[in-house]
């Protein structure tokens, strides 16, 4: 083809305005003079450098438009969005997502010229859309349906065969396409490449054979393919926990914060008929930029999953059976009373609280207050030290925009996938150089600036040796450093990266930390008075205590010691050797099955409060349905439990307790404000809330060097493990990738065994078999197993006294 | 038109000198020694030891030589929108001939790939490019070859890569085969696909390539044609080059002609002097049209161009004359139709041509010209309806607003209303042969579908 038929080059370059970087979105709002721009024959003030479709949208003249996505860089694909703009020759036919604005620009959105080339574009979508709406799982919100009756010709002149393909194909576990549909947006495949950064979809075929489609045998397994199906502007792409369940008119929404992990999303919980039904990210700018990962977006299902508690149940010599809550209600009471007068409070103990809200956490503190019960802890020894909430606390924005991002913790990608889009987000933009310390390869790591290896143990080591290194330490020297801390491996002790934490810090005196601790609620948990008071009433010293015999009650909410305590020993011998134990949770676990009384509670969805995500903001959560068969949230069984111990809280509601937060802990002040305005979801960026917590002084930990023929461990999670929310959701449970120990490919010779097989892995305790595999992404000399996979038992090997675990592996 | 106008003596019809493709006939032309021992590389020689790069950036401008890709665009105004200091800046070689009906950048790549890739030095010496990329289309294995070939000993004798002929002057070339995509002749989409991604075009603003070009740096793109006319150009001077053909067309171009005439193929012929008629008729060119019919219609300048008539027959090949007269020399590639042509068939072949070429990006372009092509198939099917001309037009209005010339468009890219171009010509000339095949389901007497074989048959 001709280079060139039609432009005249010169002109064009001469008339071009400087191009303005438009994807970035500055970290704080600078000084805004303003562009004038006509809009429809009115004067509107536009942002320097926003686009025209933007600007024609803020000054209240709609420009249709399906593959323009304001978070993703504009493409001009669909050509929807074409407007007029005054130019030197007269005015010309632009697409407005690609234009940005100008001083003195003339912008014209609704002449009849617009108005032709408009219908004509749509009448150009149409013409190959199957127009199955009736069918359609989108139909009823779809942008293609209202555009076309927005800015549509109103009837098709096309009267051949329209495109056929077979209609849907699954492109993932969770996601169906239909190419029928598809009107070639690009706005999956861009979310993909762009924001995923997990380029598994793309257009092949060329012209009018154009179609979306995954590589040959691979499918589109994306942690965050979900939001491809949100983003669709037509219903080719449908999510299978979805598909067919409910007509968009038959949704009833309200606005919430997703709770899966501490991200704290914004999201809006969608139900029909009492059942919860979808979840959509809600864009906040300081969180989540609308995304949701797959675990939240369908973690729906295990809510409405049938094997849920219904009712209490109470440990009689035939197993647990069913129960009142009267009945349960007294046992309770009895067990508390037993208990304290048996011991006193320092034979209760309360693990976990990480699960509910703020308002629930805030409930049971008060609760253990008043019965002066210390031991208690929101983690499983499987976090990080309390106190790292002390330090100066860095948001996930300062974080996204720091000059210098240093990982200390875990796979984000696989804990904390949206934290990881914004970390992600930085380093492809060029705003921030992310500098990660690792055991081994993560999720982050192709995109990180240098990533350093360590081997388990030695990390403050890495950390000042890599420091010393001139072109890192110039790095740090200009300022404006954020370090992402977190539990990095459960095979070693969190002591290990508090002191590699102590040696940045020690080099960078003013960076702030975000800690990144993972459980939905976990800083809420901690902030409202459930963070263990001394080290004795750290969870691990709660298991050691309960595992010698000296507690007489272990009260267990929504935790599950057995699954989520690196030492599955440790937690085996605690909950045989608690005298009693009190189980609140949504469903049997392995743990609550050792309970004596079980109590059902309300899951998410199904109650409303405040939670804390890891910056520290408190968002409103959102009750949808009711819940579950007589289930309760938390905080009444804490409410009621204290009047029949005669202990009097302070309040007996939910918004008692709110007035309770916002008057006693620092910062909740405007609390009550922002829970009363949750019903009509403002309050979407919350507030953000510090609290000290009590700090702890902790034995130095000593590592010692490992012996050559062993390999050191690296134990931690991938995204779809045995956790109970994700077996008991369909969609999800077969996603977990299942138990595999890995190791470097040059090591499998050393090993004497092939990729595949099954081997024995040795601890100082116990022994284990796993499968073995290998990959580059593991050093040599380490093994890498995920944690709490179905069908493995890692934490058989780990002992929660010792730093680091070394391990053999022996053939079978 | 069985009487031979006077002026088709021999010597009547203008002629020049052969600028490119004198090697044409020589039977080793393509090799080293024989490019060499024809005064090959004498140009380069000169422009690095006795030119800086802003005197052979003069002599090209003094030339005006307009750039031979289809936009006619001259070329050494093209260099200068370099931004001033901005490095690294790319040269990129537009070798993906595609136009339907040219096929004169395969035969100056096959016949004479040393003249481009002096061209190439010279042109790189000119703009400060370190790297230069010759993108040549897939299909075109022996052009292919012969590049390789030449390339080899270009580098084997120190006239391409470090320190070329000893001076400080250092450029690479780097070949690039096409996947098979005419979009890709579109310098946006030879860069996207350079890059490795789907020929896809780019937005022109931001994405001009002389400043966003290839990896986002400033990049010139340049026709075979181009870049091949340079030597000669610093050989003999600009002004020399200027003074051959007329002001507002300088020096010789190539014209590859195809379709109802006696002889086709590529002539080099005076720019702007030379007519249609002398071109068509003349012996030295085509020699008339065959079995002694007359032209019903041809095309200027590329599929993509607006049709001419007889009545345009006399006109020079001069690019603003063509311009006015609604249509486009583009890439030098002239169909020409005689009265047998079934005009309906003529105009679905094409369109069926973009549809297929169409990349998917823009709607109008990926829906339209297959809507464009299917009905037309089914008028040529016979069972065209009475509105199928008026939705016809509605199409070609979606993609081209207005329908004139030069097309606006609502697409990126100009593909889109490339395919308009036939349907507006064909439909507004021969409108009853088109109500013919509505009402009959057969065309009008005396044309025969098949008889555009041989002429844009191969689209």
């Not at chain 1, 449908?238 to 008119?249: D, H, L, Q």
């Amino acid at each position: 083809m001709s280079e060139e038929t039609s432009t005249d080059l010169g002109d064009l370059i001469e008339d071009s305005e400087p191009e303005a970087e438009t994807s970035d979105v500055a970290p704080e709002p600078e000084p805004d003079p303003g562009v004038a721009v006509t809009i429809n024959g009115r004067v509107h003030s536009a942002r320097p450098g926003q686009l025209v479709i933007d600007a024609c949208a803020d000054a209240g003249a709609f420009v249709p438009h399906f593959c323009y996505h304001p978070r993703m860089s504009p493409v001009g694909m669909c050509r929807q969005c074409l407007v007029e703009v005054d130019g030197p020759r007269g005015p010309m036919m632009v697409v407005s997502c690609m234009t940005p604005v100008a001083e003195g620009q003339v912008v014209n959105t609704a002449t009849p010229s617009v108005k032709r080339a408009q219908e004509g574009v749509l009448e150009l979508l149409l013409a190959n859309h199957p127009l199955d709406c009736p069918v359609c799982d989108k139909g009823g919100e779809c942008p293609l349906q209202d555009q076309a009756f927005s800015h549509g010709p109103g009837e098709s002149r096309y009267l051949e065969e329209k495109r056929h393909y077979e209609k849907p194909i699954p492109i993932s576990d969770l996601v169906y396409l239909d190419r029928e549909r598809c009107i070639l947006c690009d706005r999956c495949t861009r979310f993909a490449d762009e924001v995923a950064g997990d380029k598994l979809i793309h257009f092949i075929s060329r012209g009018n054979d154009t179609q979306v489609m995954t590589f040959p045998d691979e499918p589109f397994a994306s942690y965050f393919s979900g939001n491809t199906v949100q983003i669709c502007p037509v219903g080719a792409l449908t999510a299978k926990p979805y598909r067919f369940k409910a007509r968009p008119w038959d949704l009833e929404q309200v606005e919430s914060t997703c709770t899966t992990c501490s991200v704290g999303c914004r999201t809006v919980i969608q139900s029909s008929r009492d059942e919860l039904l979808r979840y959509q990210g809600v864009d906040s700018e300081p969180v989540n930029w609308g995304w949701l990962c797959d675990r939240g977006r369908f973690g729906f299902e295990s809510a409405n999953s049938d094997q849920r508690l219904a009712v209490p149940l109470i440990q009689t010599d035939a197993g647990l059976e069913a129960t009142s809550w009267s009945a349960a209600m007294s046992t309770a009471t009895e067990l508390f009373t037993e208990a304290l007068n048996r011991s006193g409070p320092s034979g209760i103990a309360i693990l976990g609280g990480a699960r509910g809200t703020n308002e629930d956490a805030f409930a049971w503190a008060r609760l253990a207050d008043r019965l002066g019960v210390t031991r208690r802890d929101p983690q499983l020894a499987d976090g990080l030290a309390a106190q790292i909430l002390n330090r100066p606390r860095a948001t996930i924005a300062e974080a996204a925009h720091a000059k210098t991002v240093i990982l200390l913790g875990p796979d984000l990608k696989e804990e904390l996938p949206v934290l990881f889009l914004r970390i992600r987000d930085a380093a492809e933009k060029r705003r921030s150089r992310i500098l990660e310390f690792s055991p081994m390869e993560t999720g982050m790591t192709r995109y990180a600036w240098r990533s350093e290896r360590y081997e388990p143990g030695f990390a403050a080591t890495a950390v000042r040796s890599s420091l010393a290194d001139p072109e890192i330490a110039s790095q740090i020297a200009a300022g404006d450093v954020v370090v992402v801390v977190g539990r990095q491996n459960l095979a070693e002790s969190d002591a290990v990266t508090l002191a590699a934490l102590d040696a940045i810090i020690a080099a960078a005196p003013a960076a702030k930390v975000l800690p990144v601790l993972r459980r939905g609620n976990v800083m809420g948990a901690l902030q409202m008075g459930l963070a263990p008071r001394s080290a004795e009433s750290e969870a691990s010293q709660i298991l050691h205590a309960a595992a010698d015999g000296h507690i007489d009650l272990l009260v267990l909410l929504g935790a599950d010691p057995l699954a989520d305590c690196p030492d599955a020993e440790l937690a085996r011998r605690a909950l045989a050797g608690a005298r009693r134990v009190i189980s609140v949770d949504t469903f049997l676990t392995s743990s609550t099955a050792h309970a004596d009384l079980v109590l059902p509670a309300a899951a998410y969805g199904e109650k409303a409060g405040t939670t804390t995500n890891l910056e520290g903001r408190i968002t409103p959560v959102t009750a949808k349905v009711t819940v579950h068969g007589t289930a309760r949230p938390d905080w009444m069984v804490a409410v009621d439990l204290a009047a029949r111990l005669d202990q009097d809280l302070g309040f007996n509601d939910l918004a008692g307790i709110t007035a309770e937060i916002a008057a006693t802990v620092e910062g909740c002040e405007e609390l009550e404000a922002l829970s009363a305005g949750r019903a009509t979801g403002t309050g979407r960026d919350g507030i953000l809330v510090s609290v000290v917590v009590p700090e702890i002084s902790r034995a130095s930990t000593e590592v010692t060097e490992r012996i050559s023929y062993d390999y050191r461990l690296v134990v931690s999670r991938k995204l779809y493990d045995n956790a109970t929310n994700t077996q008991m959701a369909p969609s999800l449970a077969p996603l977990a990738p299942g138990p595999c120990i890995t190791v470097n490919p040059m090591d499998l010779t050393r090993i004497g065994a092939e990729e595949g097989t099954q081997v024995k892995v040795i601890g100082a305790r116990s022994a284990t078999v796993l499968t073995l595999a290998a990959s580059t992404a593991v050093p040599r000399g380490l093994a890498w197993v995920p944690f709490n996979q179905p069908g493995g038992a890692i934490s058989e090997v780990i002992d929660l006294d010792t730093t680091v675990t070394d391990v053999r592996i022996e053939r079978l | 038109m069985t009487d031979t106008p006077a002026y088709h003596v021999p010597g009547m019809v203008p002629t020049g000198p052969k600028l490119i493709t004198g090697r044409f006939d020589q039977v080793d032309g393509f090799t080293y020694e024989g490019y060499v021992n024809t005064g090959g590389y004498t140009a380069l020689r000169r422009a690095l030891t006795e030119m800086t790069p802003a005197q052979v950036h003069d002599e090209v401008r003094t030339s005006e030589m307009q750039g031979r890709g289809g936009a006619g665009f001259p070329a050494g105004t093209k260099w200068g929108f370099l931004p001033a200091g901005v490095f690294p800046r790319y040269l990129v070689i537009n070798g993906d001939e595609s136009e339907p009906g040219t096929y004169k950048d395969r035969l100056l790549m096959e016949r004479d790939p040393h003249q481009l890739i002096e061209g190439v030095l010279i042109a790189a010496y000119a703009i400060g490019a370190a790297q230069a990329f010759l993108y040549v289309r897939g299909e075109m294995a022996l052009a292919q070859e012969r590049l390789v070939l030449a390339l080899k000993d270009a580098y084997a004798n120190n006239l391409v890569g470090r320190n070329i002929l000893g001076t400080d002057f250092s450029v690479d070339i780097t070949l690039t085969w096409g996947a098979g995509a005419y979009i890709v002749g579109e310098e946006t989409a030879l860069i996207e696909s350079l890059e490795g991604e789907r020929g896809m075009p780019r937005l022109k603003p931001p994405y001009f390539p002389a400043a966003k070009g290839l990896y986002m740096q400033p990049t010139i793109v340049n026709n075979v044609e181009t870049l091949a006319n340079v030597p000669w150009i610093i050989n003999h001077g600009g002004q020399e080059f200027h003074d051959i053909g007329a002001p507002t067309s300088t020096g010789m171009r190539i014209f590859a002609v195809s379709g109802h005439v006696n002889s086709p193929g590529v002539f080099e012929v005076p720019n702007g002097v030379t007519t249609f008629r002398m071109l068509f008729e003349a012996p030295e060119y085509c020699g008339g049209i065959r079995n002694g019919s007359s032209v019903k219609a041809f095309i200027p300048g590329g599929a993509s161009a607006m049709w001419f008539f007889p009545e345009h027959l006399d006109m020079a090949l001069d690019k603003p004359t063509v311009d006015q007269a609604g249509s486009m020399l583009g890439s030098g590639a002239i169909v020409v139709m005689d009265e047998t042509t079934d005009m309906v068939a003529a105009c679905w072949r094409i369109v069926r041509f973009f549809s297929r070429e169409s990349c998917g990006k823009c709607t109008p372009c990926r829906e339209g010209t297959t809507w464009l092509e299917r009905i037309l198939k089914r008028i040529l099917d016979g069972h065209g309806r009475p509105e199928d001309l008026d939705t016809l037009l509605e199409v070609c209005e979606s993609i081209s607003p207005g329908i004139a010339w030069p097309p606006r468009q609502t697409t990126i890219c100009p593909l889109g209303p490339s395919a308009v171009s036939p349907i507006a010509s064909a439909v507004r000339k021969f409108r009853h042969e088109f109500e013919h095949y509505v009402q009959f389901g057969r065309p009008i007497e005396g044309v025969h579908q098949h008889a555009i074989h041989g002429s844009v048959a191969h689209v």
